[in-house]
């Protein structure tokens, strides 16, 4: 007889890090995704289960404890969890009509820190991140060289960017190599 | 780069975010099966290709990923307006008194730039 085959997460890239003078370059640890569509209907009912604010503007993102949501076009939303908590059984109970698919394994997110930090995403980026235009919370999807990102600004000096696990060799290389042009 | 307004964004975003998807406000006619094959090639295969306004859908499909139609000039390139999807085709009318785009005014180092990084001495991996 087979024995049950166990799903193991090997996680990408963990722990690797690049640093440039102040700038650096870092994976982040696994956290849980949600990948969230829903009409404007069922929005208070997801949000009252999800236990966070989903935000209807463009750019915004809202945080509540180790859980953010990003608003990434009219009716979609990234749900990320740092904490270990689980978006996809919060929505379970959910009866208004909605799309929640789990995405934790499809995506890892690298930290781009320190001074620069837009600049660096420049390299590849040709989103204007200037202050005034994508402020501190502002979340966008967007590119990076040939590949699409998602980019989440949790300071003046910090990035989260959020790529496919397939794709992340070549965004980790790409921002490691623009860290050191910016930083000189 | 080309800036494109999203109308769903509500801003100028570089045009590798988006993908032209071909002519706007070609209806599907209700009844496709009761089409004559003469007016089914004219749905399906016809198009105007104009030199000069050109009415086009496009895909934010690196941004919000919504489809949205724009008022473009095949000749100049550039883009006269956008609206979302849905939205009635504006006339020639409303399309003159459109003045610049914000898409093609300059905007000033201080905006692009925000401010220089600190160079640092130590390069470590
Ligand atoms: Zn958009």
């Given at each position: 007889m087979a024995s049950t085959a166990q799903?193991?997460?090997?996680?990408?890239?963990?722990?690797?890090?690049?640093?440039?003078?102040?700038?650096?370059?870092?994976?982040?640890?696994?956290?849980?995704?949600?990948?969230?569509?829903?009409?404007?209907?069922?929005?208070?009912?997801?949000?009252?289960?999800?236990?966070?604010?989903?935000?209807?503007?463009?750019?915004?993102?809202?945080?509540?404890?180790?859980?953010?949501?990003?608003?990434?076009?009219?009716?979609?939303?990234?749900?990320?969890?740092?904490?270990?908590?689980?978006?996809?059984?919060?929505?379970?109970?959910?009866?208004?009509?909605?799309?929640?698919?789990?995405?934790?394994?499809?995506?890892?997110?690298?930290?781009?820190?320190?001074?620069?930090?837009?600049?660096?995403?420049?390299?590849?980026?040709?989103?204007?991140?200037?202050?005034?235009?994508?402020?501190?919370?502002?979340?966008?999807?967007?590119?990076?060289?040939?590949?699409?990102?998602?980019?989440?600004?949790?300071?003046?000096?910090?990035?989260?960017?959020?790529?496919?696990?397939?794709?992340?060799?070549?965004?980790?290389?790409?921002?490691?190599?623009?860290?050191?042009?910016?930083?000189? | 780069m080309l800036l494109i307004r999203c109308p769903y964004c509500e801003e100028d975003r570089p045009e590798l975010e988006f993908r032209n998807a071909g002519e706007a406000h070609i209806a599907r006619s209700a009844n496709i099966a009761g089409e004559s094959d003469e007016a089914f090639e004219t749905f399906f295969f016809i198009r105007s290709n104009p030199k000069g306004l050109h009415y086009e859908r496009w895909r934010h499909v690196h941004g919000c990923a919504r489809f949205f139609n724009a008022v473009r000039d095949t000749v100049s390139d550039k883009f006269l307006m956008t609206y979302k999807a849905g939205e009635a085709k504006p006339d020639a009318e409303t399309l003159k008194t459109l003045g610049a785009s914000a898409a093609w005014t300059n905007l000033s180092t201080e905006h692009l730039g925000g401010r220089r990084p600190a160079r640092g001495k130590g390069d470590t991996e």
């Open positions: 799903a193991e997460r090997r996680p990408k890239l963990a722990g690797r890090e690049t640093r440039h003078g102040a700038l650096r370059v870092a994976m982040l640890p696994p956290a849980e995704r949600m990948s969230l569509r829903a009409p404007a209907a069922s929005v208070a009912a997801l949000a009252s289960a999800l236990k966070i604010r989903l935000p209807n503007a463009p750019r915004q993102s809202a945080k509540s404890g180790q859980r953010t949501s990003l608003w990434l076009g009219p009716d979609e939303w990234l749900i990320l969890d740092e904490g270990g908590g689980d978006p996809l059984a919060d929505c379970r109970s959910v009866t208004a009509v909605h799309s929640a698919a789990g995405i934790s394994h499809r995506n890892v997110a690298i930290e781009v820190s320190g001074p620069g930090a837009a600049a660096c995403l420049n390299s590849g980026c040709p989103r204007d991140l200037s202050l005034a235009a994508f402020p501190v919370g502002a979340c966008s999807r967007t590119l990076l060289g040939k590949v699409e990102i998602i980019i989440y600004r949790t300071a003046e000096d910090n990035f989260r960017v959020e790529c496919w696990r397939s794709f992340s060799d070549y965004v980790f290389e790409f921002l490691s190599v623009a860290a050191k042009d910016v930083a000189g | -």
